[in-house]
T-cell receptor, first 108, second 113 residues
């Protein structure tokens, strides 16, 4: 069965500091990985998908099949990045298996 | 486009009561799904549908029923509410391709007393 592990419940950094939110997965076959973000009082929204190899709001994530990881990184955190971040893997028919989430708090 | 809409936003039930959480989307998405979000647990899949008339169970289906009579609507029914069903419920929809973005509704916060 697919499994997604986000080891940190809470990550607290100062504005301008680098950020890395960790995600490890367990999946047989070729995984399709995503990062979703939930800002306060807003709905869950897609941030990144590994297939796109894009940078959104300064965030990037690289799929490392050897380490089965898909860590989310940003070189300089901003206060508006404070949110709950979920790593997820496609589980068939566009359903997702989510990690437990990491709350990112960026202090001024 | 309204996207994915959910009603109600908040609901309080007593143990044993039944109710239906509504979900609708106006993007002509084939796939729809229901998740519950619990503190420290992330989101877990309850039921999903790949098209009108086709539904299947997810990770935590017990105590919930779904049906999909139209492409637009995917209601979630709680048969006999239990305190363990206190949660935030999210509906999501997407196109068929698995790389496609899932669009989430705003959620329904349910409390079962």
């Amino acid at each position: 069965a697919q499994r997604v592990t986000q080891p940190e419940k809470l990550l607290s950094v100062f504005k301008g500091a680098p950020v890395e939110l960790k995600c490890n997965y367990s999946y047989s076959g070729s995984p399709e990985l995503f990062w979703y973000v939930q800002y306060s009082r807003q709905r869950l929204q897609l941030l990144l998908r590994h297939i796109s190899r894009e940078s959104i709001k300064g965030f990037t994530a690289d799929l490392n099949k050897g380490e089965t990881s898909f860590h989310l990184k940003k070189p300089f955190a901003q206060e508006e990045d404070s949110a709950m971040y979920y790593c997820a893997v496609n589980s068939g028919y566009s359903t997702l298996t989510f990690g437990k989430g990491t709350m990112l708090l960026v202090s001024p | 486009n309204a996207g994915v809409t959910q009603t109600p936003k908040f609901q309080v039930l007593k143990t044993g009561q039944s109710m239906t959480l509504q979900c609708a989307q106006d993007m002509n998405h084939e796939y729809m799904s229901w998740y519950r979000q619990d503190p420290g647990m992330g989101l877990r899949l309850i039921h999903y549908s790949v098209g009108a008339g086709i539904t299947d169970q997810g990770e935590v289906p017990n105590g919930y029923n779904v049906s999909r009579s139209t492409t637009e609507d995917f209601p979630l029914r709680l048969l006999s509410a239990a305190p363990s069903q206190t949660s935030v419920y999210f509906c999501a929809s997407s196109y068929r391709d698995s790389y496609n973005e899932q669009f989430f509704g705003p959620g329904t916060r349910l409390t079962v007393l």
